[in-house]
């Protein structure tokens, strides 16, 4: 199973978003969405989730349209980690998590639902903090409880819309590891969000790279980083390296204070490959 966008796109009002994406994310392994902010980004990952719904296209799941699903059927088989979420109310951490096992519960949770709510707790190392308040979380903490309750969910396909954003270096490590290891081994097709070009080079299989509301290269991050590419859509000047077969380092090029950064206005427009 993957999951397939079509000719997607999306407007809010008058603002056209997306403009005819298509994307295959595979089972197996983590897909990146990169690109400037205002790219679309993160407005794709909502319509993914179904928290927005696109002008026209399709986004399916063997061949079954996720915004014709029934609700609880889509929950199923779709986790979404939005970059924030306000509690409503004072949950613990384990309540929190075990809210990722709603869509497959009836009147109250079995022991299955607790073992599985338990084995994510442990994961992603927060057991010591299952019965505090999710209010006194740090904003860190509180983002690998959100990973914790959408891996609870068992989803077929998950969406994390800059899941590292608030982790310090070790947690943004470990929780790209983890995520990446449960894609493999629950062949779950994963959507990232993310700033982070080595990490996404790292830790996902594949990458997409969107500019102005299009895909401008998709495929694995050593065939698709390209300097020139990279270095026209963020406007920056910047350095792609192969130190190792499939490994790819990406960095800004060094600048003297006095060096000129070309005006956004100047750059030619990038056209995606055929």
């Not at 298509?22 to 205002?38: I, K, S």
């Not at 989803?155 to 943004?172: G, K």
């Not at 490590?173 to 969000?193: C, F, G």
Request: hydrophobic content about 45%; charged content about 25%.
């Amino acid at each position: 199973m993957s999951l397939r966008i079509r000719d997607l796109h999306v407007s809010y009002g008058e603002r056209r978003v997306l403009l005819g994406v298509d994307l295959d994310v595979p089972d197996g392994e983590l897909t990146a969405v990169l690109g400037p902010n205002g790219s679309g980004k993160s407005t794709l990952a909502k319509v993914v989730a179904r928290i927005a719904r696109p002008s026209s296209g399709a986004v399916t799941v063997d061949g079954r349209d996720l915004h014709r699903l029934p609700r609880r059927e889509h929950a199923s088989l779709v986790a979404y980690v939005p970059q924030v979420s306000a509690t409503p109310f004072d949950l613990t951490v384990r309540d929190m998590v075990m809210l990722g096992r709603t869509p497959h519960i009836g009147m109250r949770p079995r022991a299955q639902d607790h073992q599985i709510v338990e084995r994510e707790l442990e994961r992603l190392r927060l057991r010591d903090l299952a019965a505090r308040p999710m209010a006194e979380l740090s904003g860190g903490q509180a983002q690998r409880v959100l990973v914790a309750r959408a891996l609870a969910q068992e989803p077929r396909v998950l969406i994390l819309d800059e899941p590292t954003s608030a982790l310090d270096l070790r947690y943004q490590v470990e929780t790209l590891e983890v995520v990446r290891q449960v894609a493999a081994d629950k062949s779950v097709a994963v959507l990232v969000v993310i700033h982070d070009l080595n990490h996404a080079a790292w830790f996902c299989g594949h990458s997409a790279l969107l500019h102005e509301g299009r895909v401008l290269r998709a495929g694995r991050p050593a065939e698709t980083f390209d300097a020139a590419t990279l270095s026209q859509v963020y406007g920056l000047e910047i350095d792609v390296t192969h130190p190792a077969p499939g490994v790819v380092e990406v960095r800004p090029r060094s600048m003297s204070p006095s060096a000129a950064r070309p005006a956004a206005a100047d750059l030619e427009p990038v056209r995606a490959s055929a």
